[in-house]
């Protein structure tokens, strides 16, 4: 199993950046088999799917909104994933999820919210106008 926990989140003005962090625990055997992604969500809404990174980092996705703004990355020694999120707008305020598909194969990029076996708690970020 994987526990996960975010951290970076907070509050910034428009335009401004902010870095997530992602820190699990429990095997390193398991983290590195598991392709990692990034969602987020608003009070009252579904996840959203904002970024994804396959298992050894060479493949990654991006929600349209967040494409050229936002970069995903991951180091299978820390065990950390990461989401540095530059020129930030009022629409990307919500809380942050990391989540991870276990045993995903080498080249999956996983999207689907409902793929992911492990969640954090999320961390909250807020962009002001």
């Known amino acids: 199993q994987l526990q996960l926990v975010e951290s970076g989140g907070g509050l910034v003005q428009a335009g401004g950046s902010l870095r997530l962090s992602c820190a699990a625990s429990?095997?390193?055997?398991?983290?590195?088999?598991?392709?990692m992604g990034w969602f987020r969500r608003t009070p009252g809404k579904e996840y959203d799917f904002v970024a994804s990174i396959s298992r050894s980092g060479g493949m990654t996705r991006y929600a349209d909104s967040v494409k050229g703004r936002f970069t995903i990355s991951r180091n299978n020694d820390k065990k950390t994933i990461d989401l540095q999120m530059d020129n930030l707008e009022p629409d990307d305020t919500a809380v942050y999820y990391c989540?991870?598909?276990?045993?995903?194969?080498?080249?999956?990029?996983?999207?689907?919210?409902?793929?992911?076996?492990?969640w954090g708690q999320g961390t909250q970020v807020t962009v002001s106008s």
């Open positions: 989540a991870a598909d276990e045993n995903a194969i080498l080249t999956k990029v996983t999207m689907a919210a409902s793929e992911f076996d492990y």
């Open positions: 429990g095997r390193a055997y398991t983290f590195s088999r598991s392709a």
